[in-house]
Every structure is written in structure tokens, then in C-alpha cells.
């Protein structure tokens, strides 16, 4: 029987050493930050319930759940303040509304935060 190929796991471990627990912006692990087991169950169940991005017009398979008013800004947990999106549109979403990786941008004239919709966006941004 042939010997199984390495997993990137496996190659990761190779060298003895544990890998890094991935960290926010703030040095805090994603338990710290909120986003523990408990928020991943809700966050399987919320995909299951919701299989596809909600960005209109979008047909490409949930990844992400959104939170459409932000935990930092007194949004909850509750299913209406989440959304379904793919990869790219909340990417879009994120850099808009907190001028990329989470940084707060500070607000203009014409600034929107409705529902995520990341082409959304006034010309004269």
C-alpha cells in the first residue's frame, strides 16, 4: 500500500514546533476577541441555515458571516445583525466600512453602512 502524502499539518509539526494561534489586530487570540467555541457553532449553524452570499446578485457559496452592526459598535450575536457572505464581499464590506483590516476609518460626507452591499459606493469616495 503506498505511503500517504503529508498533510500541510504533518510538514507544519515536522519541525517540533506548535503552530501559532492566529491573532487579531490587537495580539488577542480569536477566543480572547470574542470568537470562541461557541461562536463557531453558531457560526456553522448560521452557514448551514444560509448556504449562499447574501450580496444581491451573488451566487457563490457562503464562507463568511458578517455582522452587519459591528460587536465593537454594541451589534449582537442575534441572527438578524448577521450575514451570509463569500470571501470577496466581506472582504469589500470590511475594507469599506473600517478602511481595510479592521482600522477604523474615520467618517465622510456620503459614507454608507447599509446591509453590506460592497458596490455600494458613491464616485466621489
Not at 499539518?9 to 492566529?22: F, I, Q, V, W
Not at 470577496?88 to 473600517?98: G, L, V
Request: charged share 35%.
Amino acid at each position: 500500500m503506498p505511503k500517504r502524502l503529508p498533510t500541510f499539518l504533518d510538514r507544519l509539526n515536522a519541525s517540533g514546533r506548535r503552530p501559532k494561534a492566529k491573532r487579531d489586530q490587537r495580539g488577542r487570540s480569536s477566543a480572547a476577541a470574542g470568537y470562541g467555541k461557541n461562536w463557531q457553532q453558531h457560526r456553522k449553524l448560521f452557514l448551514a441555515d444560509h448556504p449562499l452570499c447574501s450580496h444581491p446578485g451573488c451566487n457563490q457559496p457562503a464562507t463568511e458571516v458578517d455582522h452587519i452592526k459591528a460587536r465593537a459598535a454594541g451589534g449582537s450575536e442575534d441572527d438578524d445583525n448577521l450575514q451570509a457572505f463569500c470571501k470577496p464581499h466581506h472582504s469589500a464590506k470590511t475594507a469599506r466600512e473600517d478602511g481595510s483590516f479592521g482600522r477604523p476609518r474615520r467618517a465622510t460626507e456620503g459614507d454608507r453602512s447599509d446591509r453590506g452591499d460592497p458596490s455600494d459606493t458613491d464616485a466621489t469616495d
